[in-house]
């Protein structure tokens, strides 16, 4: 397994965003009361956020690991959406 510099903790960044997600689908399609569309639409930004950040500190992970070179950290962090 590659990676490891930060003992894959940036796999909590992950899990957060995918727990939120899970806690938003609850909280709109089986709580009796509604979320105001704003409400929905700063949470879904957030996990997004979250997941981008994910990607972001495993990238710098493998970099810091000498898993990739500087040039391809560079690429696969402006390729991150």
Known sequence: MSGGTFQYKEQAIYEVACDMELELFRHTKHMDHKLKPETI????????????????????DYFFACDTGEESLMKQLKEIR
Do not use: S
């Open 41 to 60: 639409k700063a949470i879904k930004k957030i996990a997004k956020q979250l997941h981008k950040l994910h990607k972001q500190a495993h990238a710098v």
